[in-house]
């Protein structure tokens, strides 16, 4: 009775905002729940605490109104409570859809009970650990502590990363910048520990072509590992969702989960794979040989377009070979 009661809060309760404060809180909202996801949304719902009446001006204009759910683009006049707004015009007896968030279609399945056939925010675990055999181990365990990222009490302990494959998400920034620290040695680490006032080490950009190909090891290195977890391969759940034959929704859907999952680490897997090829180009070249041609060739041949978000990031380690 306990998990059945959980799961109805879960799969119904709002995520709300106080304006004045920004103080978060969750509530039920009976009819405000029956609304189904979409993005974008039909409508968009949010929190007044003020109503219009309760200052003496009941007349306030649209453009004093006040903004709610950020997936939203429309606005409307203070009203004290939990107000639902149409983001367009809306067809009579047509569905009110709100957005839930982005979320990967594990969090869709596990909180709301659905997922989506085409979801570009399915996230996938990747998983790092720092031996204690590895260069400047008890220094990076120093910076760690320091900087507040959790570490055991003989120092290092796995960080795990939920990720999307999309290199402009704040978490891809986060996680490529905190494996450029620790897998920093030599000139590299020596750079960062003499400029720590200087860095947020987990916005750290590209720091040279040695350190990131070990960054992109260690990428594939985890993503391979999250991959031979499972027993069936990417093209075996896409072979079972194309037929179409459940069991049950829950079924359709667990499959769905797998294989989002799945496509994420493949995804990074490529990537890591590409990547270190592209770096290990000979960018010493002669500007204008035909060596140096052809490796700028090969970045406008990355038909990936999310692949070649990340190959921006790192151009100028490709311009500049040995620089920090």
Not at 41 to 63: I, L, M, P, V, W
Not at 78 to 104: D, T
Not at 251 to 268: D, G, M, P, T, Y
Request: hydrophobic share 35%; glycine share 6%.
């Amino acid at each position: 009775e306990f998990m059945w009661a959980r799961c109805c809060v879960l799969s119904r309760i709002l995520g709300l905002r106080k304006k004045a404060t920004g103080e978060k809180f969750s509530a039920l909202v009976p009819l405000l729940d029956m609304t189904n996801h979409s993005r974008p949304s039909s409508a968009q719902y949010g929190y007044s605490e003020e109503s219009a009446d309760s200052k003496g001006d009941s007349k306030r204009t649209r453009n004093e109104s006040t903004k709610l759910n950020p997936d939203g683009a429309g606005q409307i006049e203070l009203q004290k409570g939990v107000i639902l707004a149409a983001n367009q015009p809306l067809e009579r007896g047509g569905q009110i859809r709100v957005s839930y968030g982005r979320k990967g279609n594990n969090r869709y399945f596990v909180n709301y009970g659905f997922t989506l056939d085409h979801n570009p925010d399915d996230e996938g675990v990747l998983v790092f650990s720092m031996r204690e055999n590895e260069p400047h181990y008890p220094e990076k365990c120093t910076i760690l502590r320091q900087k507040q990222i959790k570490t055991n009490a003989l120092g290092w302990i796995n960080r795990e990363f939920q990720m999307p494959s999309n290199p402009r998400d704040i978490k891809f920034t986060r996680m490529m910048s905190f494996l450029r620290l620790i897998k920093s040695e030599g000139d590299d680490f020596i750079f960062f520990q003499t400029n720590l006032d200087r860095y947020d080490i987990e916005m750290i950009g590209p720091v040279s072509i040695e350190n990131e190909i070990k960054v992109l090891r260690a990428v594939q290195t985890s993503a391979e590992k999250g991959l031979s977890a499972f027993p069936e391969s990417v093209a075996h759940d896409h072979k079972l969702l194309k037929a179409n034959k459940w069991i049950d929704l829950a079924h359709k859907n667990c499959i769905a989960v797998r294989c989002s999952e799945k496509q994420v680490l493949s995804w990074f897997l490529n990537l890591a794979k590409e990547g270190i090829s592209i770096l290990k180009l000979n960018w010493l070249a002669k500007k204008g040989s035909e060596e140096y041609t052809s490796n700028l060739a090969r970045l406008k041949d990355i038909k990936d377009a999310a692949l070649a978000n990340y190959i921006l990031t790192i151009r100028p380690l490709l311009q500049n070979p040995g620089q920090q």
